[in-house]
């Protein structure tokens, strides 16, 4: 099994900043293709924020709405990702997801899984 770990949610005001960490680990985890951080709102579907490629890879996605204001970063040799999120504004606030991508001990032949971490709540007040 392969569980992830986030750090870092927590209250800010408008214009603040936060940063977020999620650690994955487990006997079975093999290797990670990628790691990135989703959000939710009630109501609304999971929309990916940011993610990142591990690896010699160094590709990355960003969404429109939080890009110039939120950076995904890794740290290969710690199978952690980090989310800095600067000029937070009332609308980022929601509950942030880690998702892992990766392959376990079994490697290629039994395809690449996914988990989730349990969520860490960003409330930004204005």
């Known amino acids: 099994q392969v569980q992830l770990v986030e750090s870092g949610g927590g209250l800010a005001q408008a214009g603040g900043s936060l940063r977020l960490s999620c650690t994955a680990s487990?006997?079975?985890?093999?290797?990670?293709?990628?790691m990135g951080w989703y959000r939710q709102a009630p109501g609304k579907q999971r929309e990916l924020v940011a993610d990142?490629?591990?690896?010699?890879?160094?590709?990355?996605n960003t969404a429109d709405s939080v890009k110039g204001r939120f950076t995904i970063s890794r740290d290969n040799a710690k199978n952690t990702i980090y989310l800095q999120m600067n000029s937070l504004k009332p609308d980022d606030t929601t509950v942030y997801y880690c998702?892992?991508?990766?392959?376990?001990?079994?490697?290629?032949?039994?395809?690449?899984?996914?988990?989730w971490g349990q969520g860490t709540l960003v409330t930004v007040s204005s």
């Open positions: 998702n892992c991508n990766y392959l376990d001990h079994r490697g290629i032949t039994a395809g690449y899984l996914e988990v």
């Open positions: 990142i490629a591990f690896g010699g890879r160094t590709d990355s």
């Open positions: 487990g006997e079975s985890l093999l290797s990670i293709n990628t």
